[in-house]
């Protein structure tokens, strides 16, 4: 069993940058692909960003790919989204998400952060 909390979420205007931070317990991370997830009002929760057990590899969705950029530190058991150039479309609850089998399934995730961009 793996619990995951977020934090780092806030107000930030368009244009700043946050980092959003995940530490998990229970279990190591470094057996786990970690990924971000958010969810907007109104709308499904979608992909934002993954990276591999070794941090060797990640993938981002097209919306935010050349501004967010993931990382984890195994050693303290954290994942980290640094988010730069946010965008009012970038506002979300932000979830980070553990796949322990690196098939895309995510079993475990956090409560989530809210991110909210002014314009």
């Given at each position: ?9 806030g ?9 959003l ?31 591999s ?46 796949d ?20």
């Amino acid at each position: 069993q793996v619990q995951l909390v977020e934090s780092g979420g806030g107000l930030v205007q368009a244009g700043g940058s946050l980092r959003l931070t995940c530490v998990a317990s229970g279990r190591t991370l470094s057996s786990y692909q970690m990924g971000w997830f958010r969810q907007a009002p109104g709308l499904e929760r979608e992909f934002v960003a993954a990276i591999s057990q070794s941090g060797g590899n990640d993938y981002y969705a097209d919306s935010v790919k050349g501004r967010f950029t993931i990382s984890r530190d195994n050693a303290k058991n954290t994942v980290y989204l640094q988010m730069n150039s946010l965008k009012p479309q970038d506002t979300a609850v932000y979830y980070c998400a553990a796949d322990p089998s690196s098939s895309g399934i995510y079993r475990y995730w956090g409560q989530g952060t809210q991110v909210t961009v002014s314009s």
